[in-house]
């Protein structure tokens, strides 16, 4: 398979794709593979999935410690579905005990400036990130893993105490990586068939940590954020344990657990390439327990996070 990549004007894709043959899944072994994989995101041609204009605005605003709110209203203002999406959510039960809102102002001071940036980041995505037309089962699949990944790293970091101005965000992108590699392989020319995924599952979990780390850097995210994308399952920072990789981790295992993991619980049509992969994504158990250890996490406390976990994702379903 060679596809040429879309241009960068184009909806929904970057520039890069992967070239695999029809044949070189069954000649080719696993870490051949991922090298083949990883050097799409190399090559210094790449560009990642282009996020819509004003979500890239209000995300370096975001980081602005003099921040103008009439500034980031005029932004929202030219995104008809970003500004519809801020409304939808101040307005939800969750953040409406203040009376209803009818503008952007009240919306954008009544969220906070945190919680209006995991929006636009998590609208940002879905629009641009996580769709595929070859692969849209995996990446709807993926999409609903990474949004509940991003509200449990929230609650590991509450009860550990660890600082979690990133964890919604860590959470969301911490398998980017795969949906860049799904839409580097899947953009092929028209009238040809996409890789099976069957036989590259292994080689995409293996490389999709490391894509990931090169997508955010090429999007100019926060400069911690790639080192963190790459070491969520592994949990070290340069030979430390570093906290909020750790919240990552055991956040994605609670996902996992409670039916959000990349491996749906019951595997459909569209998961049926997963289904010889079940540890596909999955953090083994040395790197769950050295996870815990780096943030103080004993058993009593780790049944309120599961229970409280549990809870959050049934009203995760129900929320705008």
């Known amino acids: 398979m060679a596809g040429r990549g879309k241009a960068k004007h184009e909806e929904g894709y970057g520039v890069g794709s992967a070239s695999i043959a029809d044949d070189d899944d069954v000649l080719i072994d696993e870490a051949a593979l991922k090298e083949r994989l990883l050097d799409v995101f190399r090559a210094p041609g790449y560009q990642p999935p282009e996020l819509p204009q ?79 037309e070859s692969y849209g089962g995996a990446m709807e699949r993926l999409r609903l893993h990474s949004r509940a990944t991003a509200h449990l790293c929230r609650l590991v970091c509450r009860y550990s105490s660890v600082a979690s101005e990133l964890a919604f965000t860590c959470g969301l992108l911490h398998d980017v990586g795969i949906a ?79 039916g959000y993991g990349l491996v749906p619980p019951l595997l459909g049509k569209d998961a049926a390439s997963l289904k010889t992969h079940p540890h596909t994504d999955r953090s083994g158990p040395v790197a769950l327990e050295r996870a815990r250890e780096a943030l103080r996490i004993g058993e009593e406390q780790w049944a309120l996070i599961e229970a409280e976990a549990e809870q959050q994702l049934r009203e995760l379903v129900a929320q705008p």
């Open 54 to 132: 004003a979500a890239q605005q209000v995300l370096q605003l975001s980081q602005d410690p003099d921040l103008d709110v009439k500034r980031l209203v005029e932004v929202l203002e030219r995104d008809a579905m970003l500004a519809a999406r801020v409304l939808r959510v101040a307005s939800s039960a969750a953040f409406a005990a203040g009376g209803g809102i009818e503008t952007l102002r009240n919306a954008v001071m009544r969220l906070g400036l945190r919680t209006l940036r995991d929006i636009v980041l998590e609208v940002a995505m879905n629009l641009r990130v996580f769709r595929c």
């Open 180 to 258: 860049g590699i799904l839409l580097s392989l899947g953009d092929v020319p028209r009238g040809k068939r996409p890789p099976d995924l069957a036989v590259l599952w292994p080689a995409i979990d293996s490389a999709h940590a490391e894509a990931g780390a090169l997508m955010a850097k090429l999007w100019q995210l926060p400069p911690e954020l790639p080192y963190l994308l790459e070491a969520h399952h592994r949990v070290e920072i340069g030979g430390h344990l570093h906290p909020l990789a750790a919240a990552v981790c055991l956040a994605d295992e609670l996902a996992a657990a409670n």
